[in-house]
């Protein structure tokens, strides 16, 4: 069974002040690995796929990289309209498009 | 260009009844599928098609079915409404480059409530 966990739960930053969303991943045959974001009310937007270890994305201040067991999400200098909840989630090989996910990193920057 | 459009936005049943949320994309996508999100749980998938005609099951599909006859839409019946059953529910398309899929768009969201 695929399994996806995410952490921390909760995350409180200042802005400027970097850090990194951990997803630590199980699945017999990763095909991608997806990142989006959330935030309330809304539905999830997509920020990233990875589909092999070593992999990079960039998008201004957020990084995504990926191995063999786990991605990270590196926020580099946030500011607070970064605030929302990060979700990861995984796709296996032959499964069509159907998605595994965490429940999540809720990430507020503060001034 | 919409995206995935849900409807309706927000639904209060009362448990027994029944009702139809609906999902409409309008990127020609072959994927699309339906999760529901309920507090310290995550988006669990309930069911998905990978075409017109064709659908299967997900993790959680007990009391809902689904039906999909053209590529646009993909509605998602509730049989009789249980309490069990109040939660946030999306809808998603996605599609295939090659070997690989595509990312999944989501809709913004029913929110419905059973009492």
């Known amino acids: 069974e695929d399994q996806v966990t995410q952490s921390p739960e909760a995350l409180r930053l200042q802005e400027g002040e970097s850090s990194s969303l951990n997803c630590s991943y199980t699945?017999?045959?990763?095909?991608?690995l997806f990142w989006y974001r959330q935030d309330p009310g809304k539905g999830p937007e997509f920020l990233f796929t990875?589909?092999?270890a070593g992999e990079e994305k960039e998008k201004e201040r957020l990084k995504a990289t990926l191995t063999k067991k786990e991605s990270f999400l590196h926020i580099t200098a946030p500011k607070p309209e970064d605030s929302a909840t990060y979700l990861c989630?995984?796709?296996?090989?032959?499964?069509?498009?159907?998605?595994?996910f965490g429940t999540g990193t809720r990430l507020q920057v503060t001034l | 260009n919409a995206g995935v459009t849900q409807t309706p936005k927000f639904q209060v049943l009362k448990t027994g009844q029944s009702m139809t949320l609906q999902c409409a994309q309008d990127?020609?996508?072959?994927?699309m599928s339906w999760y529901r999100q309920d507090p310290g749980m995550g988006l669990r998938l309930i069911h998905y098609?990978?075409?017109?005609?064709?659908?299967d099951q997900g993790e959680v599909p007990n009391g809902y079915n689904v039906s999909r006859s053209t590529t646009e839409d993909f509605p998602l019946r509730l049989l009789s409404a249980a309490p069990s059953q109040t939660s946030v529910y999306f809808c998603?398309?996605?599609?295939?480059?090659?070997?690989?899929?595509?990312?999944?768009?989501f809709g913004q969201g029913t929110r419905l409530t059973v009492v």
């Open positions: 998603a398309s996605s599609y295939q480059q090659g070997k690989r899929f595509g990312e999944a768009f």
């Open positions: 699945v017999s045959g990763l095909r991608g």
């Open positions: 990875l589909y092999s």
């Open positions: 989630a995984v796709q296996r090989a032959g499964t069509a498009s159907k998605l595994t």
């Open positions: 990127m020609n996508h072959e994927y």
């Open positions: 098609s990978v075409g017109a005609g064709i659908t």
